[in-house]
């Protein structure tokens, strides 16, 4: 009996207690949220879209033809950005200057003035960006995949600036898809190791040194999901794209790839921020480099 | 009538003759000192208080009448001879004191600390918890004042302050974590606890380097009767204590204590393991923790003991899943080992010396390992380390009969690993050991005027040195009380603490995943600055005491881990990364207390009205927000029924906390990447801490019964119910997604909440041989 008991008192112990119940969320309403980017030579690229509650069936949907974008410099407006899909608008091609401010403005038909973007500068288009593959032997975490080792150095004088990011593509069979994402910012330049990558189903090893110039080496495991194929293959093409990017971009790119909820549930997570006057998302400005290797 | 009234104040004249009574105070049966026993002159209504070492000294005139008392012992009365300079007072236990609840609300009342709560062995088991196991920390959440953080943490929360804010002292040795269990319960094994005592309002100026509250226990040195040997056998663990004197013939001369626990849950699942091993298919988990601690106490005589003290814990959980041929592992082994050695002169019956050398460690290590098919094994070992050597001198003055002098001083090198990873991959360079030299030199006294007035103050200096920067600070520390004839005192306290020393953590748990770093060039120290203003009321009818306060707390230059990292996941990086620094706070709150006492029935109950905010510019948009730890209000209420002279008590507490502030996603959105939409929606958190979990109430039941064996020996029973009324509260907000199986895209995305204990019955059984 005793035995029982004891068995029967470990059994309650050691099961699951965890119980999940709906949470009473407070009322929330839907609101504008707007992507957009201001290179320093070229067309502003305006992704508008909405938020959706919790609980409810996700719907980013908007009437587009409902919204007007309407892009605004130190003398007034400059032009408004032409509608195109899926959410996305497109600015005439540009001449920005780095020493003017530029802001975005959203109209709804009936509201008026729904959504405002502070005033940003664009950055100046970096001049002496050197990206190259490297003799450098690269212990990937897994031994299954082949790595291979690049370099990216910025040497540009002027550069003065502190915030970039990397976008790394394969191509296999036709189809591209993204191996890795790398932000790299002076405030989380501590030691060598200074990006975070993304997605974190592929990993990278990288050193980076970020001073008055830019030297940053990296790994990367040659493996890309194809969709299509429903496997992770070789890539046969990879494609480099770096961006010098300002504190906005990088901000909510440390944002987005935060583990706000993957590790637990106790994780605190990070509070989205918009440069913005009303409404809500990320005005800012950036400009790309683009490479590409074929692999052997 | 005047000439005989006249003729006696001649008399009492001519007999007073004022001499110094000082001693010892001691447990008659177990032949140890009693620290903060109360030593009362009944004549002149003046009292002291026995140091750590059961040291009184009190002036008194021959023929005046003393009186010792202390919580769960007889009171002893002496009349004042002339040959009294110096007394050893031996004090019998009481198994049941009807006065008990007098005697600890007399020492709440005058007690030579304000805002300090002392428990001993017996109180801390009077509390009924979790699974039986009586804990030290959590038997002071039933303080007004004191929170807990959630459920399953054994972290708690001293007015709204952080658990890291709180230092931890094991017979004056700094413990750093003190979580057994992921939090469940406190690594401190209740058998051994002689005293503990938490600090909250006046902080003696001997204490320091925490921003928060102080928790000093005391471990038992061991009985001088004879060898007693105690067997507790409990649901998750069981311990085992041994104490007595070393020495069969100078009984007093030197005594022991040694205390073992070990929880058994891993020899139960031996099988499972062996069979993941052998065989594929299959998961296994497996948790083991242990501790050893104890004292040695030898007197070369009666004026000079010498204390060793140590303790050593460590928690084990280990996981396994996946097949033979592509298996992971998960290891984590966390732990503390603390010695301390003290050496205590009574020099003259007015100074008291004590001199302390201590060591402490903690380590916290995560292994993860992946063995594949073509059995190449990949993973990383992550580590942490803490190392503190502590030299310390301090001395008692007992100046006059109302001025008491403490002075010290202290030098502790501390010794960092934030964090070090080997990994079967390339990493980045580890982290490097970070050393910090800290001297403190202090003074406090304690001064009492007129009977009716009493001052505590103290200046403690601090000189914090690392190899970037050297830190310099005062803290001044008083404490001001009036007394009244109507047994009543009004109160009012302010104190500066500084923590140089700072703990990043990614979570609330109770998890092991803590670094500890130091004040350097780049965090300032955390510093606390606290207003206490009370009145306390004794004796009104049934209520032995009536208690209330307010307090205001300001905090500068507080450290909060940055929002949305993963410490675990970034564990090789320098913990300077990881942190939002320069951050302000404030709480500030109202507390009610009482106790209540009709023949063998007690209760207790306090209620806390708290708020507890901070602001840090990258956090929340730089606006203020609620701290984690806000709690608008905490209610607790206990009653203790005794009978039979104590074999049988029946214990209820219940429990109210106002929910704690989280941070929860209020929308969903569309995410953006590189010119392109994302994939998956992006939860987006508006504002920190911007849900309050609801709130969370529980009743605990126990009913402990003492009774003596054929053999007779005394065994105990303790029975009950934890969450009696099988409340699920809530412990978090967890992310859920619902996919749609056609687009195989996120459809929804819901949230909901955890609750992980319900009702849970427990016993306890404990044999003293």
Redesign the interface.
Known sequence: MKVT?LIS??C???CS???????D??F?A??L?L?A?LPINGRI?A?L?K????????D?ELDYTKYTIVLFGDDGVIDTLNYEE??FYYSEKIQFSSTNEYSLKVFNELEGLVLETQSISPLPLLEDVLIKETTKV???????YETKAFSIEVADPKSQLDYY?V?ITGVSEGIESIVG?FVIGKD?E????CGFA?PSSY?F?DKCKLNNSLLWEF?VELATYNAQLQKVVKPEIITI?F?NIDKYWYDY????S????????????????SNFKQG?G?WAASNSQIQSFLVK | MFRIIFFLFLSTAAYTQQIRVSGFVLDRERGESIPSATVKNLNTLSSVYTNKEGYFSISASIGESLVFSSVGFRKQIIVVAKSDTYINIRLDEAAIELAEVEVRAENEFKNKVIGVSSLNSVQIKDIPSL?GEPDVLKAFLTTPGVAMVNEISSGFSVRGGKPSQNLILLDGTTVYNQSHLFGLTSNFNPDLVKEAKLYKSYFPSEFGGRASSVLDVTLKEGNSSHIKQEISIG??NSRYLIEGPMNRVNRDKTTFSLGLRSSY?TL?LLPTKLNARRLSGNEYFNYWLYDVSGKVRHSFNDKINLYLGFYHGNDYWESLTGSKDNLSSFKVNWGNFTFSSRLAFLISEKIFLNTQASITTYHHKINLGFK?QDL?E?GFLVSSKVNDLELKVYADWYATSSLQVKLGSNFTRHAFLPSTIKAS?????PNQELIANEFVTFVSFEKEFNKNYKVDGGLRMVAFDTNTETFLQFEPRVAFRKFSKKNSQFYFTYNRMNQFIHQVS????GLPIDIWIPSNGVIEPEQMDQFDFGYIRMSLGNFKSLGLNVFYKKFSNLLE??????L??NL???P??FVERNGSGNAYGLELSTLYSIGNLDFSGSHTYSSSRQQFAN???NKWFYSNFDRPHMINIQANQKWNQGQKSFTINWVYYSGNPI?????????????E??VQ????????NN?RLPDYHRLDISFNLSKETRRHRERMIRVGLYNAYNR?N?L????DFEYNNLSNI?????????????V????NYTLKL
């Open positions: 008991i008192l470990i309650i112990l050691y207690c965890e119980r999940k119940f709906e949470v969320l407070p929330s839907d609101e949220i992507y980017e690229k992704f879209s938020s959706s509650a919790i609980d409810v069936q996700i980013f899926n959410g690269v212990q990937g975490l897994n031994p299954q990011s976008q994402f989380s501590v030691r060598s190791d993304l990993y090893t790994g794209t961006n790119y440390a944002t987005i935060a583990p706000n909820f993957i590790e637990n549930a106790f994780l605190v997570p990070k509070v989205f921020t809500r990320v | 699974f649901v998750i849950l139960f594949t190449n990949n991959f390339q990493t980045g360079s990614s979570n609330s748990l881990f940055q929002s949305g990292v993963s675990l996941t090789e990086k320098s300077s990364e956090i929340n948009n941070s929860i996603a209020t929308k969903v959105i569309n995410s953006y990447s590189n010119g939409q994302g929606p992006y939860l987006l958190y508006a504002e920190r849900y699920f809530a978090y907000v967890k992310v996120n459809n929804k995305v819901v949230l909901k909440k955890g609750a992980v204990l319900p849970l019955p427990f016993i």
